[in-house]
């Protein structure tokens, strides 16, 4: 697989895209540094089309301009996790589900924390949006990048955190 990378800086801090020649495969947030070393070899690419086009809508979306990605993904996880996955994809733009809502609707209501381990697996954190995903009461709970990411990121969609809770506006 021929993959290339492309690191940027976002006012969210450093972030590193990662492509094969059709998709994005791995997004790596800015406290990533066990996930960055993996694709520590990959060599710098600036021209790469749809590293580019990655780059240019997360700026967007950090802009406050977008509210979903149109670029192509492909992250690779087990039969589980793509189900946990693409169940992330319908959760809309500035809206959260609880990890218990998430099992149910995979109808597997007793995996809850089957599910949050997968979400914790995504490859493709923001485009793949496991941010959205809260503890039933409220709380943000876990991510890659850390609840402070989080709750930029989900500030970023309109919500209002407050001690660490999503809360009603």
Same mark, same amino acid.
């Given at each position: 697989?021929?993959?290339?990378?492309?690191?940027?800086?976002?006012?969210?801090?450093?972030?590193?895209?990662?492509?094969?020649?059709?998709?994005?495969?791995?997004?790596?947030?800015?406290?990533?540094?066990?996930? !960055?070393?993996?694709?520590? =070899?990959?060599?710098?690419?600036?021209?790469?089309?749809?590293?580019?086009?990655?780059?240019?809508?997360? !700026?967007?979306?950090?802009?406050?301009?977008?509210?979903?990605?149109?670029?192509?993904?492909?992250?690779?996880?087990?039969?589980?996790?793509?189900?946990?996955?693409?169940?992330?994809?319908?959760?809309?733009? =500035?809206?959260?589900?609880?990890?218990?809502?998430?099992?149910?609707?995979? !109808?597997?209501?007793?995996?809850?924390?089957a599910v949050a381990g997968a979400n914790s !697996?995504?490859?493709?954190?923001?485009?793949?949006?496991?941010?959205?995903?809260?503890?039933?009461?409220?709380?943000?709970?876990?991510?890659?990048? =850390?609840?402070?990411?989080?709750?930029?990121?989900?500030?970023?969609?309109?919500?209002?955190?407050?001690?660490?809770?999503?809360?009603?506006?």
């Open positions: 697989m021929n993959l290339s990378k492309k690191t940027f800086e976002t006012p969210l801090g450093e972030f590193t895209i990662v492509a094969n020649q059709e998709a994005i495969v791995a997004l790596l947030l800015p406290n990533q540094k066990k996930d !960055k070393q993996a694709f520590q =070899g990959l060599a710098e690419n600036k021209n790469h089309p749809i590293l580019k086009q990655c780059e240019q809508e997360l !700026k967007e979306y950090f802009a406050g301009s977008r509210q979903e990605f149109t670029v192509p993904i492909a992250g690779v996880g087990t039969e589980f996790q793509t189900r946990v996955w693409n169940e992330l994809m319908k959760i809309p733009f =500035g809206q959260t589900t609880s990890y218990l809502k998430q099992a149910r609707k995979l !109808k597997k209501e007793n995996a809850v924390r !697996k995504n490859p493709i954190p923001i485009l793949v949006p496991c941010h959205r995903v809260i503890a039933s009461d409220g709380r943000l709970h876990g991510y890659a990048g =850390g609840v402070e990411l989080k709750k930029k990121l989900l500030e970023i969609e309109g919500l209002k955190v407050i001690n660490q809770r999503i809360v009603s506006s």
